[in-house]
């Protein structure tokens, strides 16, 4: 076998002349080095003629007994049927003769780290069949993703048989924390969305769906002991434009747990983690109308009609305040296995807080003061952010927060959360480079890049917007080795202020996210903007194939 990064010419696009008897069309060919995110290793063998050849009556295999491998066979299955234009059909291996074989080999990533052995696969292929093997299931599922990218071509409708060169990929992740935020508390997203969302995320080897539940305009998940927070929180009657003027458009819908349940299980299929964020104590308008008790003046409140950063936030003060977020803590933990959770902890004024007899009487009871860097209200975020630190911590999670429980805008550092707290560096790439710094493991998602529903971004067109996402360094610059272990990866957002519905969300995540995917999974120095741009074509070919409403770029 002669190893190479690129296969030869030969393979490149759909040139293989053979006129199939079943449609007496060219049969295209897999091309592996037209998949994003790209591979670690490709190689073709030699001669390179002796392909193997998919069609509508190759069977896929699967270990007996194993119903995770069955699941993921039938998913190859289904994707093929795209192609092949009827779903292929899948068979306990040994069974009959199967021309695509799926298995785990723990020992496949052997000397890697954790993560990257559990999600690492390899491609055999020959003429006899194509073998996809992973260090667990995670790697057997990005295999197949990456099979289905080889070999889906915008003309590929109605063909009934490819080709796929002789040869092997063997692959496994940069960095363990992939993820991509969509913001359902602005606009609200049935299920069937959400679900095509995760297919998407599935597609580009993503392994975290960061899923935003509350808002200040709308509270998302069914809480069994809170029932207001759906029945009041999750509608809002109309919004404000940027005008002050109201819509009069109703924005209502909540996700009930049998639901969230469903898409847990959903993503898990597809190799993704579900992690819910509840935001707190900022953006709770809307549990505030449902419980004005929660607030510092008792309300009354509204759902917010506005966006931006409102002042009435929760009561942190109030031991009936820990009370709740504790329950509701407890439901979205027995609903989300996912070890992190994400708690926001993002724009919180503290003009109520600075007023409030409760919060200020918390403040002495704890007997925080002024300090010249912090005052007194930050300091009692940072407590109630540890309080429920600790709390999750006690129940085997682990909590994720926005940037703002640590630094500002200006990288200062304005707060103190317990070390084991993830911080996630929204404000700028330097949010995240100084957490590293202070010793947490942090993700990086900075506004300027990785928001893709910021305006600013979305006015970039063609090479410049795609450079806003590719010339970013997961790590940021400056840090020492040891500081850029704490950096688990990178993160994309989609928030929905103004994003109401599925298309117009495809045309914002569509295709940058291939872009983000490149950084999060690729190798770094395999790092090529030409070459990414001839994997970016493909990829936006393949989503038109599918019908989605991915942006129009003009390349060079
Ligand atoms: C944020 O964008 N407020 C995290
Ligand atoms: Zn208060």
Avoid at 3 to 18: A, E, G, P
Avoid at 34 to 50: F, G, K, Q, T
Wanted: with cysteine; charged share 25%.
């Amino acid at each position: 076998m002669r190893f190479r990064h690129v296969l030869s010419s030969v393979t490149l696009m759909v040139t293989l002349v053979l006129f199939s008897a079943c449609d007496q069309k060219e049969v295209l060919t897999g091309d592996f080095s037209l998949v994003s995110p790209l591979p670690r290793m490709i190689a073709s063998d030699e001669p390179i003629d002796s392909p193997m050849v998919i069609s509508c009556r190759t069977f896929i295999g699967y270990p007996e007994g194993n119903d995770a491998l069955r699941d993921a066979a039938e998913m190859l299955a289904q994707q093929l049927g795209y192609i092949l234009g009827t779903p292929l059909r899948t068979v306990p291996s040994g069974k009959r003769s199967t021309g695509i074989r799926l298995r785990i080999d723990p020992e496949l990533g052997a000397g890697l780290a954790d993560f990257q052995q559990k999600e690492c696969y390899r491609i055999m292929s020959d003429a006899d069949g194509i073998s996809i093997g992973g260090g667990s299931i995670l790697g057997v599922l990005h295999g197949i993703q990456t099979l289905v990218k080889a070999l889906l071509f915008p003309d590929a409708a109605g063909r009934c048989r490819f080709v796929l060169p002789a040869g092997t990929v063997f692959d496994y992740p940069e960095f363990p924390y992939r993820a991509f935020m969509l913001d359902c508390g602005r606009h609200f997203f049935p299920v069937e969305d959400v679900k095509h969302v995760i297919d998407i995320l599935a597609l580009h080897n993503l392994n975290y769906f960061h899923w935003h539940l509350s808002e200040d305009q709308g509270w998302r998940l069914e809480i069994k002991k809170y029932p207001r927070l759906t029945e009041v929180g999750s509608y809002r009657p109309g919004t404000r434009d940027p005008q002050d003027v109201l819509d009069g458009i109703p924005v209502s819908g909540f996700y009930t747990q049998d639901e969230a349940r469903e898409i847990v299980r959903y993503a898990a299929e597809r190799g993704i983690t579900v992690i819910p964020e509840i935001d707190l104590p900022g953006h709770t308008t809307a549990a505030l109308a449902a419980y004005p008790s929660l607030g510092c003046t008792g309300g009354p409140y509204e759902v917010a009609n506005r966006y931006g950063v409102l002042d009435d936030v929760l009561c942190v003060g109030k031991d009936e305040t820990m009370t709740f977020v504790k329950d509701v803590l407890a439901e979205v933990m027995d609903i989300f296995p996912s070890e992190y959770i994400h708690l926001g902890g993002d724009e919180c004024p503290k003009v109520r807080w600075a007023e409030c007899p409760d919060c200020q009487r918390k403040i002495r009871e704890l007997g925080l003061r002024d300090n010249g860097n912090k005052t007194k209200e930050e300091l009692l975020q940072s407590w109630f952010t540890s309080e429920l630190e600790a709390y999750l911590a006690e129940h085997g999670r682990r909590m994720i927060c926005w940037n703002d429980v640590l630094c500002d805008w200006g990288d200062h550092v304005v707060g103190e959360p317990s070390k084991r707290t993830v911080i996630a560096g929204w404000m700028r790439p330097a949010s995240a480079a100084i957490a590293a710094r202070e010793g947490y493991d942090a993700i990086l998602c900075p506004v300027g890049h990785f928001y893709f529903s910021n305006a600013t971004n979305n006015k970039l067109e063609g090479l410049d917007l795609i450079r806003s996402v590719y010339d970013v360094s997961v790590i940021p610059e400056g840090l020492t080795h040891e500081e850029s272990r704490h950096i688990l990866g990178a993160e994309a957002c989609i928030w929905t202020e103004r994003v109401a519905d599925r298309s117009d969300l495809e045309w914002k995540l569509l295709p940058r996210l291939s872009t983000l995917a490149e950084l999060q999974w690729s190798d770094p120095a395999a790092h090529d903007l030409d070459a990414y741009l001839l994997r970016l074509r493909h990829m936006t070919d393949l989503y038109r194939f599918r019908g989605w409403n991915a942006r129009e770029l003009i390349l060079p």
